[in-house]
């Protein structure tokens, strides 16, 4: 088995993440085609554009959460599966179910678990890594909240908690300041500031002004 300093010595070998001649379809529909670049050190990555333009569905490809019809993505010279577990994904809010019964904590805990397997809900360690997260977006007075409960802008922060909480190496983030009054856009970009110095954040936002205050 390798060790970590010749995992490390791996990842150094390889961009962080690529895409080459990355290609999808809707239908006979192209939405994007032949998307090629490499990020090969930590930063934040901004991808801006009208409705349409496909940045949702080159989250999506990079995650095989939407067939390819070409091309490839790695991440560290590596396919999705073998490093899955270092990866997080905070989707568009109105993708995912309000109504399922489950409270804040018991949504950020699914992040700290992640790398544990099936079934299995963690110790001491993932319940401080989980209160820590929700205390980072501001909400750790929320966790016995019911997630459905939260307002939209609260929703996202939720989800973006659980991502910390994973303790990824990589970010990929789908609009998570959509709904946040001013004092929260604040707490996130100053959160996005402290994680881009050490991984990767790509960023879909509407909000141009602060994509190009944040964006590498």
């Known amino acids: 088995m390798a060790g970590k300093n010749s995992t490390q010595e791996v990842h150094a070998a390889h961009p962080m993440l690529e895409w080459h001649d990355l290609t999808v379809a809707y239908g006979r529909r192209p939405v994007l085609w032949n998307v090629d670049f490499e990020i090969q ?16 569905t080159l989250l999506k490809a990079s995650l095989d959460l939407v067939r390819r019809a ?3 993505v790695r991440f560290w010279g590596q396919k999705l599966a073998e490093v899955r577990s270092k990866i997080a994904y905070v989707p568009q809010r109105e993708t995912v179910d309000w109504d399922f019964p489950v409270s804040v904590m018991d949504v950020v805990r699914m992040g700290a678990t992640s790398r544990l397997g099936w079934f299995q809900r963690g110790g001491k360690r993932e319940r401080e890594l989980a209160r820590a997260s929700l205390d980072h977006v501001g909400l750790a007075d929320f966790a016995n909240r019911q997630i459905g409960k939260l307002s939209g802008g609260q929703q996202q922060r939720v989800f973006l908690a659980r991502a910390l909480a994973r303790e ?4 990929l983030l789908d609009e998570p300041m959509a709904g946040l009054d001013v004092s929260g856009t604040k707490k996130m970009i100053n959160l996005f500031k402290k994680i881009k110095a050490n991984a990767p954040i790509l960023l879909i936002e509407h909000d141009k002004d602060a994509v190009f205050a944040l964006a590498d």
């Not at 901004?46 to 949702?56: E, Q, R, V």
């Open 70 to 72: 070409g091309g490839t």
């Open 41 to 56: 050190d930590p930063c934040l990555f901004g991808i801006i554009g009208p409705n349409g333009a496909g940045k949702s």
């Open 168 to 171: 990824a190496e990589i970010y």
